[in-house]
């Protein structure tokens, strides 16, 4: 026995011989089986040769970390799941990808822009970040060095986004945006701090938009990846890429303090300023700037896809942020629990959908047409709200789907599943694309025997369902 | 509009000609058609896709904001080109869109008549939409089983990735959509996207210096059979992945994973869908290895044990990043090839083997109503919802029962009656009369204080139909829909660790301490 404490206390490397001793010493061991002899060895080496391999910390690693411990912080969101989100939302690196205007000259669409609603603390987001590329920090040493030398000449702060969106969107002339950040530009201009400002949030391409509910949105899990959300390094990929917004600013930005622009003062009146004032005004502007974009960027919509997880009621964030994603754009919602996925797919369930258009596009055009494009810039009829809490028209194929990775132990002539695993949610994720109906009512076809017979019934009924072939 | 590397990776606002799109009919139903407005066809207006909710003529998918609800064209599907012949034989015309093709004579393109029923979108495509419609030649990697493997393999913008075994191709679109971050020759043109503002105030060095070290993300694929490969290399092309995609036509048992002119591809991760992955294993080292472990790896007697390596002459290569940690995942339907693959993992030096399955379910969702009214109704069920309705119902019919007794006996006792009267009647002329005025007055009352017949509650369960609103009606419920697939494939991962050399070590300790 102080054999193997002495050999304890020797530390590393003795492993082996404190094996070798217990194994000695063991009187029962001839009683052994060479399975149980197998096993015991297999315990003892696993007590006392401690192995181990370091490997970086990523986002599956961080998942399952969390899981074991603190599972409800983010949503108890496995990694086969995560796996699903990141697919379905068709999120990839848009580095090179090209934000382009929509027909009616103010929306643009693309540029890999994801929207998120993320309730797990940041757990989903640094998945989608990892997917585009935007999660670590840049690593080698040369690389490190290229990406000061490329910060640190960087001259003009704020006025940089107009000529850039401009150079973008080359043939329409941004609307009100640039207008605004022009006005500001003669005032930043010369008053050029010494200390170069990288403006946050500022990237085009490549981006996450985050919306959340309180005034910060709660990333705590990118700590992990060098990325504080109070205090984020310039340097850091999610510095410009990150884009955040409350629902408040998104909503109603005439209520959100940090949207409204403060008093432009002039090269004298500042020139007059205390210093400590004067910094206190450029943070002011920077601020009312970065959010100023950050919203009306939002608000031209045409994100690539859109991710939520969270324990919001999840129709009322579709209904608000449906809209904003691009025709052909993927919308992912996970939530760990099946009964808020289960209403959501009903509210685009077939009868729904044939309803909708049925009440939408009934008999008198004059008023349709009024209602659609009310519809159209509310993402629902504002009268229905109860039946028709989301438009029902503008996902195609919803659908649930749930996945489960089951863990096998592999030996030979031993192979079998674990015998133990985790219970608790299960998580299941919605999926669909979001569609641009045409206007008006649509008949479908395809179901020829079904649809004699529906008409056979309801023929004199001018409200005769619409069905639609693609099936719930 | 600067060009585009793949509607996969950027499909821009429309779609457009010579570009995949995807025709998205049900959920399941979906057509990928390169699409060809001026493409050679038979029919008038061009090529067309035929399905069964209607045609839609390539003309009309072209230039097409993405996400449009297409609606379904007049084309005349049974007599193309020149022979006049009646188009009664088309499948889906006839019946539903009688003949209004009188316009399209002419020999070039007609523009498609919007025909009255039939609706498609227009999606663009993208790994999960391929997946699901492509043309299989091989068993396909679904969709919850790449998700995870490219999940746990860590891939990433700018990794390379091997894939042996590229079958169908599905995984290949998948793959490449994880490691795509632009592709050289393409910064020209799109590099511009606005991407960094200081960038492009700091027009000159910094941004070309940037460029030389990115390093792109590639897919190595390899293929055993040759039209496959050509098959997938086609397609590739056709889908503007090729700047990204490698496809290799190759037996990796014997001859591994390095590209035909004997570069190391340079893998972070790797995806093994073969028959035998531990056959092709001995070529994922950082080391030759000894022609012992060689030996160990490939001991089963079936299997022929070549030491390729010296066969070949050629120095060694090996295909893996020498920076990085290597993750493997291998994907075999059978437990035996799982146990052969981790044996050979574990010989050669894989750390964190780990063997999962992955069941993936669809849910299916919908209203379950369950009531007395729905009687003669398509999808409800007509049995009684609860209790009292039960018992209302059998009273109903006890009610009736009785009444039609009631009559049955009057109708009886009035037949006696008559015959009685009939018989008194030789003598007396009053006990006919009697009998008629008796009967008028009892009919009407007995049939107005009667339960509704069956044929008046169907009648009334139609009339009812019309108002209800069948959409928010009986119990929301969920269950996994109906078909299943309950085993694709045991996947086997493994990490292979960076190799760490004294030198390494000094480095690393110059740089952090």
């Known amino acids: 026995m102080e054999e193997i404490e002495e050999l304890k206390k020797a530390g590393t490397g003795s492993g082996k011989e404190i094996i070798a001793k217990i194994m000695a010493s063991h009187q029962a061991i001839s009683e052994k089986t060479a399975f149980s002899l197998a096993k015991y060895t297999l315990r003892k080496s696993r007590k006392f040769l401690r192995r181990f391999t370091a490997l970086p910390l990523d986002v599956g690693r961080l998942t399952e970390h969390i899981l074991e411990k603190e599972a409800y912080r983010i949503m108890e969101l496995r990694e086969d799941l995560l796996g699903l989100i990141c697919s379905w939302s068709n999120v990839h690196c848009g580095a090179k990808s090209r934000v382009l205007t929509a027909e009616d000259g103010v929306s643009q669409i693309g540029g890999g822009r994801w929207l998120v609603v993320d309730d797990t603390a940041g757990l989903v987001t640094a998945a989608l970040a990892e997917k585009m590329g935007l999660l670590y920090p840049t690593e080698e040493e040369d690389d490190t060095s290229s990406e000061e030398k490329e910060t640190a000449p960087a001259p003009a702060p704020a006025p940089a986004p107009a000529p850039a969106e401009n150079d973008a969107q080359r043939d329409t002339a941004m609307p009100d945006a640039d207008a605004d950040t022009t006005t500001s530009d003669p005032s930043t201009r010369p008053r050029k701090p010494a200390r170069p400002h990288i403006p946050q949030m500022s990237a085009y391409t490549n981006t996450l938009t985050i919306l959340h509910p309180n005034n910060q949105p709660n990333l705590a899990c990118l700590k992990y990846f060098g990325y504080d959300v109070g205090q984020p390094s310039p340097s850091h990929p999610l510095y410009k890429h990150l884009k955040s917004l409350s629902w408040l600013s998104l909503l109603s930005p005439q209520d959100d303090p940090s949207y409204i622009e403060p008093e432009l003062l002039s090269a004298a009146e500042l020139e007059s300023m205390k210093s400590s004032k004067r910094g206190n005004y450029y943070k002011k502007r920077r601020r009312w700037e970065k959010t100023k974009r950050v919203v009306d960027e939002t608000k031209r919509g045409g994100f690539d896809g859109l991710v939520v997880a969270t324990s919001m009621d999840v129709k009322g964030v579709l209904r608000e942020l449906v809209p904003l994603v691009r025709g052909g754009g993927k919308v992912a919602v996970y939530h760990q629990n099946v009964e808020p996925l289960v209403e959501l797919v009903d509210c685009y369930s077939k009868e729904r959908r044939a309803a909708f258009i049925a009440k939408e596009f009934g008999t008198d055009a004059q008023q349709t047409r009024k209602r659609t494009l009310e519809a159209d810039a509310n993402g629902d009829a504002p009268d229905e709200d109860e039946d028709f809490p989301i438009n029902p028209t503008l996902l195609l194929a919803p659908s649930l789907q749930t996945a489960r990775a089951r863990q096998w132990q592999v030996l030979p002539e031993r192979t079998h599943p674990m015998m133990t695993s985790k219970g608790g949610a299960e998580g299941y994720l919605f999926t669909a694309t979001r569609v641009i109906p045409v206007e008006g009512r649509v008949e479908a076809r395809g179901h020829g025997t079904r649809k004699k017979r529906k008409t056979a019934v309801e023929t004199p009924a001018e409200t005769s369902a619409v069905e639609t072939p693609v099936e719930t | ?513």
């Open chain 2, 1 to 513: 509009m600067a060009p585009v590397i793949s509607p996969f990776l950027d499909p821009g606002t429309h779609s457009a000609a010579h570009s995949l799109g995807i025709v998205q009919l049900r959920r399941d139903h979906l057509i990928p058609a390169v699409l060809a407005p001026n493409g050679d066809s038979d029919y008038a207006e061009g090529k067309v896709e035929n399905t069964r909710f209607g045609s839609f003529p390539h003309s009309t998918l072209v230039d097409q904001p993405w996400g449009t609800q297409v609606l379904a064209s007049v084309v005349d599907t049974g007599s193309r080109g020149k022979s006049k012949k009646r188009k009664r034989d088309g499948k889906d015309e006839g019946a539903e869109t009688p003949t209004t093709d009188a316009t399209e004579t002419k020999k070039d393109i007609v523009k498609a008549a919007t025909a009255s029923s039939g609706f498609a979108h227009l999606i663009p495509p993208t790994p999960e939409t391929w997946t699901l419609s492509l043309p299989h030649r091989t068993q396909v990697v679904y969709t919850p089983d790449y998700s995870y493997i490219l999940q746990r393999l860590r891939v990433r913008p700018g990794d390379h990735l091997i894939e042996a075994g590229a079958g169908s191709g599905s995984f290949t679109h998948a793959a490449v959509r994880c490691v795509y971050n632009g592709a050289p020759g393409m910064e020209d043109t799109s590099y511009a996207a606005a991407d960094m503002e200081e960038e492009l105030n700091a027009i000159g060095t910094v941004p070309k210096k940037r460029k030389h070290k990115t390093r792109y993300g590639g897919v190595y694929s390899f293929e055993y059979h040759e039209p496959r490969a050509k098959q997938l290399q086609h397609e590739i092309v056709e889908h503007g992945l090729d700047p990204v995609v490698t496809v290799t036509h190759r037996d990796v048992y014997g001859d591994g994973f390095n590209l035909n002119d004997n570069t190391s591809p340079e893998a972070d991760a790797v995806f093994l869908d073969l028959p035998a992955p531990w056959q092709a294993l001995k070529h994922l080292t950082r080391t030759p290895p000894s022609a012992a472990t060689v030996q160990a790896v490939s001991s089963d007697p079936s299997t022929p044990a070549e030491s390729s390596q010296q066969a070949m002459g050629k120095p060694f290569v090996s295909p893996l990043n020498p920076r990085k940690a290597i993750r493997i995942c291998t994907f075999s339907p059978c437990i035996e090839q799982v146990t052969k693959t981790v044996a050979a993992l574990r010989t050669l030096g894989w750390l964190e083997i780990d063997m999962v399955e992955i069941q993936a379910k669809r849910l299916e969702v919908r209203r379950e109503r369950v009531g007395l009214a729905e009687e003669g109704l398509r999808g409800g069920n007509a049995s009684a919802a609860t209790v009292q309705e039960a018992v209302q119902r059998l009273r109903d019919v006890e009610g009736r029962a009785a009444a039609f007794h009631s009559q049955q006996k009057e109708k009886q006792e009035d037949i006696m009656r008559r015959a009685e009267a009939r018989k008194k009647g030789r003598k007396g002329e009053n006990g006919d009369g009697e009998g008629s005025v008796k009967k008028e007055k009892k009919t009407p009352i007995g049939k107005e204080g009667l339960p509704p017949s069956k044929h008046d509650r169907l009648d009334k369960a139609k009339k009812d139909l019309e108002t209800r609103a069948l959409y928010k009606e009986g119990r929301l419920i969920h269950r996994t829909e109906p078909e299943l697939k309950t085993h694709t494939s045991y996947l086997v991962f493994a990490v292979l660790p960076r190799q760490w050399t004294a030198e390494d070590e000094e480095k690393a300790r110059k740089k952090y301490v």
